[in-house]
């Protein structure tokens, strides 16, 4: 069911959860809606994709909805949901897409997570969550994107953890509170080709070995030569295919 861009406003019905056939629930961007995300939506166990990003929702996401073990998109982005990260969305084994960022959440990052075995993008950005990135993450070996940036998480990068994900192309911890040191463990991540660390505390050099990998697609010249002296990475000695402004380095 798809009632999305501006066509519904109110709140989320709670006898949705009576619509137990019901595998897609689709109610993106729709600001007219506010209100909580009623628990009773936990009845629709046969339910695959729910989406509510770009409404006016609030309130803390029910734990009941660890229920839906059907589940492999989840969108609860660009709202006002608070409250921690429950651990026990941990049982949506079956989840591919965890979309929480641009909302309130509080607490730290659930190593629980790392049960999400099928996960592809997990995306946590731009909300009030501290703590460190638990190094449980690195046991997702789906994972492709993982996005925690805008927010007060500290502590460093688990780069041991991150290095065995080797489907990762997209990584963000832009403006944190992480620190530490880059590590050469960075050019294991052969699929990688986004990666951001721009506004942290994170300090040294930038791995010589990540520069010379053949899957780097891109980099940004102007503040990798100018700020890590790349002279010779940029002249044609490496295996660069393309030069643009899509990354960013601040370190």
Known sequence: ????????????????????????????????????LSSQLSQLTALQSLKVPGDSMSGTVPAQLARLTSLHTMWLDRNGFSGTISPELSKLTSLSWLSLHNNDFSGTIPPELAKLTMLDELELEQNGISGTHPPQLGQIASLRRLNTYSNPVSGTIPWESLAQLTQLYAISFSNTELSGTMSSELAQMTSLWNFRVSNTLVSGSFPIEYALSTSLPTMCAAQLSQALGWSKCLNGESALRAVHSCFEFAL
């Open 1 to 36: 069911m798809a009632i999305a861009y501006g066509y519904y406003s109110g709140t989320v019905p709670p006898q949705f959860g009576l619509m137990t056939l019901l595998t897609d629930l689709n109610l993106r961007d729709n600001r007219g809606i506010s209100g909580t």
